[in-house]
């Protein structure tokens, strides 16, 4: 079955940096699109970046324009949330899904406080 782990969330420092990992398997990742999305206390889910099969990026919240970059390693199944530049506002729970699957990974949690 599909399965989405998600890895590299914490506590940073605003202005500070964090990689996001998702580790894909169940499904042949380099056929797929993949998606970020995060939830902040208190609103709602939003996506965050998406990026096609063969790594060009298709979506991307307009607030994390020029900090966010999505990646992805097709040889090791994975996805990444390169994120600079963080602010309070970046606090949230990031999950990475397969929409097209309907797949969700549990999330990990990004806290930006001084």
């Known amino acids: 079955q599909v399965q989405l782990v998600e890895s590299g969330g914490g506590l940073v420092q605003p202005g500070g940096s964090l990689r996001l990992s998702c580790a894909a398997s169940?499904?042949?990742?380099?056929?797929?699109?993949m998606n970020w999305y995060r939830q902040a206390p208190g609103k709602e889910r939003e996506l965050v970046a998406d990026?096609?099969?063969?790594?060009?990026?298709?979506n991307k919240l307009d607030s994390v324009q020029g900090r966010f970059t999505i990646s992805r390693d097709n040889d090791k199944n994975r996805v990444y949330l390169e994120m600079n530049r963080l602010k309070p506002e970046g606090t949230a729970v990031y999950t990475c899904?397969?929409?097209?699957?309907?797949?969700w990974g549990q999330g990990t949690q990004v806290i930006v406080s001084s």
């Open positions: 990026i096609d099969d063969t790594g060009i990026i298709t």
């Open positions: 899904a397969v929409n097209s699957l309907g797949s």
């Open positions: 169940g499904f042949t990742f380099s056929n797929y699109a």
